[in-house]
């Protein structure tokens, strides 16, 4: 098991860029493969991107590309999502997921809010 924290949300304008990390609390993060979903209010959860634990895999969902970025620093022990050209329909909470099985997330952590307005 690992305890996930999410960095790096705030508050910016359309085509602002943001960074947000995640990292392990308790646990090590470079265990285990990791994702990211968000979440708008009224809305479902959705996935934005994931990586395996080796940093060898990586997927981005379709709201994401080309535009979001994932990487980890297994030296640091962290998950980044990079987002460049944030717009409005990007505002939601952004929550950091991992599991020992890439597509299968157990560990979650509280997260992070981000907010696009002008």
């Known amino acids: 098991q690992v305890q996930l924290v999410e960095s790096g949300g705030g508050s910016v304008q359309p085509g602002d860029s943001l960074r947000l990390s995640c990292a392990a609390s308790?646990?090590?993060?470079?265990?285990?493969?990791a994702t990211w979903f968000r979440q708008a209010p009224g809305q479902a959860r959705e996935w934005v991107a994931a990586i395996s634990r080796s940093g060898d895999s990586i997927s981005v969902a379709g709201l994401g590309r080309g535009r979001f970025t994932l990487t980890r620093d297994n030296v640091k022990g962290t998950v980044d999502l990079q987002m460049n050209g944030l717009q409005p329909a990007d505002t939601a909470t952004y929550f950091c997921?991992?599991?020992?099985?890439?597509?299968?997330?157990?560990?979650w952590g509280q997260g992070t809010q981000v907010i696009v307005s002008s």
């Open positions: 997921g991992a599991g020992t099985r890439y597509g299968t997330w157990t560990d």
């Open positions: 308790a646990g090590d993060i470079r265990m285990y493969a």
